[in-house]
């Protein structure tokens, strides 16, 4: 088996209307899919699926483990964009030896990374 790349990341959400709010309008992500029960957002090169599951709101640590990291062009531009859309940064832009990262809750308490390579590379 090859492994190519990631087609979707799974966020397990207890309440979907929330979290299509969220993945579509506050971060801004393209509608593939969206349903009572399951929905997709193109993040570029990776889907980001989001699936009802009651027992997320109890944090099942089985079903919050999730964390989606984007990769975007300009770490403090996008950082700022979030912000314009009303979301809470909950870890300001660091850097790394090979990156920039910041985070932001999703509103279940899921880690969205904001992500970019210092290299210009993503995937």
């Given at each position: ?39 997709e957002y193109d993040a570029g090169n ?30 403090r531009a996008a950082v700022e964009d ?42």
């Open positions: 088996m090859q492994v190519r790349a990631v087609d979707f990341i799974g966020v397990a959400v207890p309440d979907m209307a929330q979290a299509q709010a969220f993945y579509r309008d506050g971060l801004g992500l393209a509608v593939l899919f969206e349903s009572d029960g399951w929905s990776v889907a980001v699926a989001l699936y009802k599951h009651e027992d997320a709101a109890q944090g099942a640590p089985s079903l919050r483990n999730a964390v989606v990291a984007f990769a975007v062009p300009d770490i979030v912000r314009q859309r009303g979301l809470s940064v909950v870890q300001e832009v660091e850097e790394y030896e090979p990156c920039f990262m910041a985070t932001v809750h999703d509103p279940f308490g899921n880690a969205v990374m904001l992500h970019q390579r210092k290299d210009g590379t993503a995937g």
